[in-house]
């Protein structure tokens, strides 16, 4: 590791309690978070954590309750409670279903609600929206928005399926075409290729689709679809992504069938049980490893109850390949068919070189995880690359140019090139104020590289990771960090 991040990292174990005392307080929901360097003490034996419930499986169990035959009240036990997740329960709402929450974890969404409509959101191309239709809005989620357009077509439910400002700008032809080779008539009401769109027919004839992108939400929002129609189909798609809503019917006992790049559907009945388990989230565990990690100082963290499943653990792998100790224990398989268990980290990034991804199944496994990756990339001394990831100019930001300039900031020498990034490490990084762009995962990826820096950060905005993980910060002081979330400081 560059010898000048090694100083400032012992500077900051020397002066980790100075004004300790201001960190013992509740943090509030605040515009920004602010990260003092260095661990408020070294952890003597093993360490536990916990973190929140997986947010992609959390909006397939919820919307297990429109799939035909769902059970009067499905319960969804420790579902993510991020904005994300949350920004689909209006709409689930709209479309007549109520959901309880006990306020730990579990949702139980009933059926034979009264309808409550959601505000039609503003937009400058249209002055007459489509009327006898529920209006349904997501936010910003792109994962609520596109499986609920899947839904909807395979149920024949009439409806608007739309989004803030910012998701009306993300592309939703991967969800639309392949839907229309089914039969469904979706109708895009402003700007082609984006949102709000009209689902006006149902898909009604089986066939063969081919997806242009790796998406897991364009695969899951077909599957979904055809499952609900009772339609078989075939399903292709040119790189293997999370498979969430394949395990999720398979385990419902849909008749699916899998080769290579190819899924098949029998059209056959399926049963939708009353009670759905959200295993912990990897892409949420990520960020307390990470930060093990990176001080290096501790014996040996555990995150118990993590989502296992193959199609998600790229981040660990990756490091694992490049000689971090991360491994896995306590295997089991859920009811909704996710394999999890105990992810443990042990020791440092001592030994490390650089990291590398230049497969496009490995990118997707690790896809919500590349501004993480980049910062750690920035702790080790070589030239380390993540390719393949051209779908990240398509997020809640251009991630690729949002993660160099949020890496850059520290000090590290990031890159954008044509299909991801690369960080060429050895550069001294210093503590300071660094930008979020309004990105949760941005945010979360600065604020975990600031702890091991001598100094404070300010992540400007940085309060946005309530859109996945609302206790990020909790879980960060946890294993040690010293983090507020305040717009004051």
């Known amino acids: 590791m560059p010898e000048a991040w090694k100083d400032g990292q012992e500077a900051a174990r020397e002066t980790a309690c100075d004004g300790a005392r201001e960190f013992d307080r509740p943090a509030t929901e605040a515009a920004h978070l602010v990260v003092y360097g260095g661990r408020t003490s070294c952890p003597r034996g093993p360490l536990a954590v916990e973190v929140p419930g997986d947010k992609s499986v959390s909006h397939r169990a919820l919307l297990a309750a429109l799939l035909p035959g769902a059970p009067a009240a499905l319960t969804v036990r420790n579902a993510n409670s991020g904005g994300a997740v949350r920004a689909l329960l209006p709409a689930l709402h709209a479309l007549g279903l109520r959901v309880d929450d006990d306020g730990g974890g579990t949702l139980v969404v009933r059926r034979g609600a009264v309808p409550v409509p959601q505000t039609v959101r503003e937009h400058p191309g249209i002055t007459t929206w489509p009327s006898g239709v529920p209006y349904l809005e997501t936010g910003g989620s792109s994962a609520a928005a596109r499986l609920l357009i899947g839904l909807l077509a395979g149920t024949g439910t009439r409806a608007v399926v739309d989004g803030d400002e910012v998701l009306r700008h993300r592309p939703m032809e991967w969800i639309v075409e392949p839907l229309a080779e089914l039969g469904a008539a979706i109708d895009h009401l402003g700007e082609p290729g984006r949102l709000p769109v ?89 960020y307390p490893v990470a930060a093990h990690l990176m001080w290096g100082d501790g014996e040996e963290l555990r995150i118990p109850g993590v989502c296992l499943n193959p199609t998600r653990l ?65 702790l080790l001394p070589g030239t380390s690359r993540i390719g393949c990831a051209e779908e990240l100019r398509f997020k809640e930001t251009d991630r690729l140019t949002t993660t160099a300039r949020m890496v850059g900031a520290f000090g590290a020498r990031a890159e954008v090139v044509a299909d991801g990034l690369t960080v060429r490490g050895g550069a001294a990084l210093r503590a300071g104020t660094v930008p979020s762009f309004e990105d949760h995962r941005i945010a979360m990826a600065a604020a975990t590289l600031a702890m091991c820096l001598l100094g404070r950060t300010t992540v400007h905005g940085g309060a946005c990771h309530h859109t996945s993980f609302p206790d990020f910060a909790d879980v960060q002081r946890a294993v040690g960090a010293r983090i507020v979330e305040d717009s004051q400081r």
């Open 314 to 378: 790229g981040f660990f792998e990756v490091l694992r390949r490049a000689g971090a100790g991360i491994s896995y224990e306590d295997e089991r398989r859920t009811s909704g068919g996710e394999p999890t268990g105990t992810v443990v980290a042990r020791g440092g990034l001592d030994g490390l070189e650089s990291l590398r991804v230049d497969d496009p199944a490995v990118l997707h496994a690790l896809i919500d995880e590349v501004p993480l990756l980049a910062a750690v990339a920035a």
């Open 198 to 286: 009209l689902v006006r027919k149902p898909v009604c004839r089986p066939g063969t689709v081919e997806l242009s992108v790796g998406s897991a939400q364009a695969r899951s929002a077909v599957l979904l679809a055809v499952a609900a129609a009772g339609l078989p189909a075939t399903v292709r798609h040119p790189v293997r992504s999370r498979d969430h809503t394949e395990r999720m019917l398979a385990a419902f006992g849909a008749g699916l069938g899998e080769h290579e790049r190819t899924i098949t559907w029998d059209g056959g009945p399926y049963t939708v049980p009353s009670v759905i388990d959200v295993p912990a989230d990897p892409s949420l565990a990520a």
